[in-house]
């Protein structure tokens, strides 16, 4: 689903070992609450972008507990914060058609945020 923080098994050599998987195993250390400290001092990444995983973390917990009584305001925090309909879905444990269901009934519309790609660049 693009960000899945369920590894079998967590191995701290893999945090510290940069590699295209690390994203996820970042991401499985953080639901196995690791801190934001332990991971930085395996593998050396910004606390700042750590805390911003974190926070997609946190918000999956908060999403997982919730179950499939998803109220209006965090199903509306869900699509602000980027997770989609499969996402969310996977996460409450229901189908990606029930969550598209919902949010259409409740008048959530998903958006796409653009991304100025010349931000800081001297335009002539």
Do not use: C, H
């Not at 893999?14 to 332990?38: G, H, S, W």
């Not at 917990?61 to 209006?72: H, S, T, V």
């Not at 969550?99 to 100025?116: A, C, G, S």
């Amino acid at each position: 689903n693009g960000f899945d923080p369920y590894v079998s098994k967590l191995r701290e050599e893999e945090l510290a070992q940069p590699t295209d998987k690390r994203t996820f195993v970042l991401a499985a250390a953080l639901k196995q609450n690791y801190t934001i400290e332990r991971i930085y001092d395996l593998t050396k990444i910004d606390p700042w972008f750590l805390n911003k995983m974190k926070n997609i973390i946190d918000f999956l917990n908060l999403l997982e507990a919730e179950g499939n009584n998803l109220p209006y305001e965090i199903l509306l925090k869900a699509k602000q914060l980027g997770f989609s309909d499969k996402q969310i879905a996977s996460a409450i444990k229901s189908t990606e058609l029930a969550v598209r269901q919902l949010r259409e009934d409740t008048d959530i519309t998903p958006f796409v945020k653009q991304i100025d790609t010349v931000a800081g660049k001297k335009r002539i």
